[in-house]
């Protein structure tokens, strides 16, 4: 894997074709555009990795519903291809491409730009899960999830750098978890990975930043996906979402697209470093 020429980046930046009048990247900020505006995402190309279901595809159906280009993107061709011919048939302007963003890449990120003609906005949503404690995970199965949840993301962010930053105003958003602020017991691989996330995105704000490119991170609370499907039935976690979580329900799905749109568009011009919980109020509660 090549490292992003940032030398190269650097000097593009500080061309005065590339920037207003106070350094501020052209085409993005909301300065001179009308409310309804700011979250227009006409024009863009986005990628969304784990988009085949749940909040991925959620995340690509409001990407795509505010305007931009979306690949949507998943290791399984039949979920994939199923999930783009669902929103096309919305009428949206998706496209499939089918790839394991552990070992993929620069390959994903190569074919997404030859064939959307370039790459704004990057939404990583893969994350595997192993609900086992620490006494019954193998070391094997621990370096498996941190492969799949945290180095595939480095790798993305890393592929992804100079398309994104090409624009001069690329978004790049990793998708967390409250897991890694906070824990249960029995998740010590998902809440390690998670939290490792969060903090690659911090890192990744400070880097990326000075060359136009914003790093921001969504993380859920409890949402009914399909990965959740055996606890939405369980009368204990439902007890448990009721009287943990303030709004006293499970966050669905078309609930998470919004933030995704707003760390995308212009309305989120000077937001670099968040992290944006969307919880129900769970993580502020005690």
């Not at 390959?107 to 086992?132: E, F, K």
């Not at 993301?153 to 992804?160: D, F, I, P, R, S």
């Amino acid at each position: 894997m090549t490292m992003p020429n940032l030398a190269d980046a650097e000097r593009h930046r500080t061309t005065l074709s590339f920037f207003d009048g106070r350094g501020r990247p052209e085409g993005w900020g909301a300065k001179g555009l009308a409310v309804g505006q700011w979250f227009d995402l006409s024009g863009k190309r986005a990628l969304v990795t784990g988009s085949a279901r749940g909040l991925g595809f959620e995340i690509a159906r409001a990407l795509a519903m505010s305007g931009a280009t979306v690949a949507l993107n998943g290791r399984n061709p039949e979920n994939v291809h199923r999930a783009t011919d669902r929103l096309s048939g919305e009428g949206l302007k998706v496209s499939s491409f089918v790839a394991d963003v552990s070992g993929e890449t620069n390959t994903l990120i190569n074919d997404v730009v030859s064939r959307l003609g370039g790459l704004d906005i990057l939404v990583h949503c893969v994350g595997q899960r192993d609900r086992r404690g620490t006494q019954n995970i193998s070391g094997a199965d621990f370096a498996r999830l941190l492969d799949a949840n945290l180095v595939s993301a480095y790798g993305l962010a890393k592929a992804a750098f100079v398309p994104l930053q090409a624009g001069g105003a690329g978004r790049l958003i990793f998708l967390t978890s409250i897991a890694g602020p906070i824990a249960r017991s029995g998740d010590p691989t998902y809440t390690a990975t998670k939290g490792g996330l969060a903090a690659l995105m911090r890192s990744l704000a400070v880097e990326f930043g000075r060359f136009g490119v914003t790093v921001n991170a969504i993380a859920p609370g409890w949402f009914t996906t399909e990965s959740n499907a055996d606890f939405v039935g369980r009368e204990d976690v439902q007890s448990y979402v009721r009287t943990r979580v303030p709004l006293a329900r499970w966050g669905s799905p078309d609930e998470i697209g919004a933030a995704a749109v707003f760390l995308s568009s212009a309305g989120s011009s000077y937001v670099n470093g968040l992290t944006l919980t969307i919880d129900g109020g769970l993580s502020v509660s005690f």
